[in-house]
Nanobody
Framework: QVQLVESGGGLVQAGGSLRLSCAAS????????MGWFRQAPGKEREFVAA????????YYADSVKGRFTISRDNAKNTVYLQMNSLKPEETAVYYC???????????????????WGQGTQVTVSS
């Protein structure tokens, strides 16, 4: 059974930083791409960042490029999202997800992922 557990959310002032972590189990982590998504109240869940199985390829939503960094530690079965220069409009629940298929490229659509964490709240105050 695949489990994804996010941590690291919290309250931060605008312009501040947070580092989210997602610990995975139940699947050969090093073979699968990972993604981060977020969902604000009343809005659709949206893509934030993704990293392929080898960490050689990363992808970002235009809105976070240059401020967020996704990384992974395959020895620890963990993916990270470093978020800098946070904005109030980025207040949301942040979710990690594991790609549906191993190897290859990793996608930015929700359908590309088949297991999700429970989410961690990020609140950015103005």
């Amino acid at each position: 059974q695949v489990q994804l557990v996010e941590s690291g959310g919290g309250l931060v002032q605008a312009g501040g930083s947070l580092r989210l972590s997602c610990a995975a189990s139940g699947r050969t982590f090093s073979s699968y791409g990972m993604g981060w998504f977020r969902q604000a109240p009343g809005k659709e869940r949206e893509f934030v960042a993704a990293i392929n199985w080898s960490a050689l390829r990363t992808y970002y939503a235009d809105s976070v490029k240059g401020r967020f960094t996704i990384s992974r530690d395959n020895a620890k079965n963990t993916v990270y999202l470093q978020m800098n220069s946070l904005k109030p409009e980025e207040t949301a629940v942040y979710y990690c997800a594991i790609s549906r298929r191993p190897w290859g490229l990793v996608g930015s659509g929700k359908a590309d992922y088949d297991y999700w964490g429970q989410g961690t709240q990020v609140t950015v105050s103005s």
